[in-house]
């Protein structure tokens, strides 16, 4: 039996105009560092890119504040050996484990990286939807997908073996994943009244995995859109140019 396709949800990072929701962007950092952290990096994700136009935009205080928590491997010193030191906000988010080998051997299977992920999954949309798609600009497969495996953890059907250390989950290929249920109702407290529930949790930490796997979509979005105007107005200007041109030659 095959997976189903993820529902397509409403994001206010869709479409030709659509841009992040700095408190959803804010609250989905804080479900990814009190919940995913613990198993998943964020390697490509330097502690002040948070505080950049078009991302969650943390101030420079919180941001120093928020590298200081974390320990940087840096060195070598004078010693010739290496040594910890309070993050800063030029530091990347540190690995999650040593390596790779120890990852797996935590976890059953290695988690992920999360820096690129909501560009990383995508799903099959098949004749002719993947070619409507690029007119209608649904650009959110991944971050549909991520919503749809973080609220996927159902009863196995009828009959289905789910192996020892494994869990099921609807939207996982094959559905055996490795990543046991990682949000329940009430787990992270939200300063702003957003609902505490696994759905909203589901919801801000992957717009927050999409800023983080393009975090120049806003101004991306807003240059194309200029280019696309520019390019209207030059094509007129040719055309009426090239009719002034050539008038009398029949
Ligand atoms: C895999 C997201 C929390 C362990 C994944 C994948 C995503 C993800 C998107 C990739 C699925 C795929 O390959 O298509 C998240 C998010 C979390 C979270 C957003 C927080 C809300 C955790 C936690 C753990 C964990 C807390 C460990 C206790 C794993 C493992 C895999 C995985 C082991 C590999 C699964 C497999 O390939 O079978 N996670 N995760 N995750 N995650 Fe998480």
Redesign the pocket.
């Given at each position: 039996e095959g997976t189903p396709h993820p529902p397509q949800e409403e994001w206010s990072f869709s479409g030709p105009f659509g841009g992040f929701d700095r408190a959803q962007l804010q609250r989905g950092f804080k479900?990814?560092r009190e919940?995913?952290a613990?198993?998943?990096g964020l390697n490509r994700v330097a502690f002040r890119n948070l505080g950049e136009p078009g991302g969650p935009e943390f101030s420079e205080a919180q941001i120093t504040a928020l590298a200081a928590e974390y320990q940087i491997t840096d060195g070598p010193g004078e010693d010739g050996e290496m040594f910890d030191r309070p993050g800063r906000p030029s530091d990347r988010f540190p690995p999650i484990y040593p390596n790779e080998q120890a990852a797996a051997a935590a976890?059953?299977?290695?988690?992920?990286d999360?820096s690129l992920?909501a560009k990383a999954?995508t799903y099959e949309r098949g004749f002719p939807l993947f070619i409507l798609d690029i007119f209608t600009q649904y650009q959110t497969q991944g971050p549909d997908y991520?919503h749809a495996?973080?609220t996927g953890y159902t009863e196995p059907p009828q009959g289905f073996e789910v192996p020892a250390g494994?869990h099921y989950n609807a939207y996982?290929p094959g559905h055996v994943?490795?990543?046991?249920k990682?949000?329940s109702d009430g787990q992270v407290t939200y300063d702003d009244n957003a609902p505490a529930t696994v759905d909203q949790?589901a919801r801000d930490?992957t717009a927050f995995?999409m800023w983080a796997a393009e975090p120049h979509m806003e101004q991306r979005k807003r240059i194309g859109f200029q280019v696309m105007i520019f390019l209207i107005g030059f094509a007129l200007l040719l055309y009426f140019t090239k009719k002034k041109i050539w008038h009398e030659v029949e």
């Open positions: 479900v990814y919940v995913c613990s198993c998943h976890n059953g299977k290695a988690p992920p999360l992920i999954r991520i495996l973080l494994t996982f994943i490795a990543m046991a990682p949000l949790y930490v995995l």
